[in-house]
């Protein structure tokens, strides 16, 4: 396939061509995150089997169903037995596939201290790793953008899947008077938000995965009063009909760069707003965070979309667009502790689940029938 394509370099010396091909690994093991149970492990294992891998999928414990019936279709559809697996279980199940000396690459989405714990683990069986962690993703709104477009762009993104996404906007960065009238417009959008079950009819936000993560969510918005944020809107008074661990969207103004809601990735419906006098100064905000998945501009002006997109320290940049995640065609994967390893995903899966091999060759004997003067005088 295109993808798989090597390189040819004829005559590199006298009578020596090089050219590269692409193999694949072997076994291959993806460790997948709870929140998006189909899209995530698809994105994995399609590319790897793709370039003629097995695979083997161990899901988050939270959402086993979703995997199983993935296996079962590529069944239905004629995958031959054993080349797609699912494998159940927690920890012991992951460390066991990263430490069998089969798999020769794996591939994880998740937080960052998980991330940085697989990413060594791995490396240290001299595996292939490519290790997707946490993020801290932030939207810069420069004075000159549409504020309104800006704000529905911001709850969207920051309160969509209740905010348990890599690629939700958790941090808003308003610049000089774009900061009042920001807050303004999220927050009456937050208010309106219905919170409830998902398959409910006008269901704006769903629940939290669990009752562990309603508590941290909690804390962290406990904590962000505690350490000076104002809390524009707080999504503890919020209550929904039906079983789920519900929490509204939450805003957060005036928080610090030294305070843990900045710091902590919270993956929850909680936007924090911080405030840049200048486009510098946001930059310098966004770029001094530990984390580099995703950043967003939303300005009119060109010059300071290109400034900042040359300058921001992130993997996906959006301009004007609040969930940045490229098209197939284009890599996939962040910058700083967002990413450990190898190649990330999209196009760039096909080269993690691949390594290249080139050749170099010289052909100094002639062809049966074929006179050496021939093959000397071709050779030049």
Known sequence: ???????????????????????????CAGITPFNFPAMVPVSMF?????????????????????????????????????????????VEAAE?????????????????????????????????????????NHMV??????????ADALVSAAYGAAGQRCMAVTVAVAVGPAADAL????AERANAFTVGPGAASGTDMGPLISEGALDRVRGALQRSVEQGGRLVVDGRERTAPGAGYFIGPSLVDGVS?????????VFGPVLSVLRAEDLEQALQIVNENPYGNGAIIFTGSGAAARRFARGVSAGSVGINVPIPVPISWFGFGGWGDSRFGDDGLN?????FYTRSKVITQRWTEPAPGLAPHFVAAGSQ
Do not use: W
């Open 1 to 27: 396939m295109q993808q798989l394509k090597g390189e040819y370099a004829e005559q590199v010396a006298n009578g020596v061509d090089t050219y590269s091909f692409r193999q694949p690994l072997g076994v």
């Open 46 to 90: 399609a590319a790897a089997i793709a370039c003629g891998n097995a695979f083997v999928l161990k899901p988050s414990e939270q959402v086993p169903s979703a995997s199983v019936r993935l296996a079962q279709i590529a069944s239905e559809a004629g995958l031959p037995d054993g080349v797609l697996n699912v494998v159940h279980g927690g």
């Open 96 to 136: 066991a596939l990263i430490d069998h000396p089969d798999v020769a690459a794996v591939s994880f989405v998740g937080s960052t201290p998980v991330a940085r714990a697989i990413y060594r683990r791995s490396a240290e069986a001299g595996k292939k790793v490519q290790a997707l962690g946490g993020a801290k």
């Open 141 to 150: 709104v420069m004075p000159d953008a549409d504020l309104d477009a800006a």
């Open 183 to 186: 807050v303004a417009k999220v």
């Open 257 to 265: 760069v030294e305070s843990d809601l900045y710091r902590d990735e």
């Open 347 to 351: 196009y760039d899966a096909y080269r």
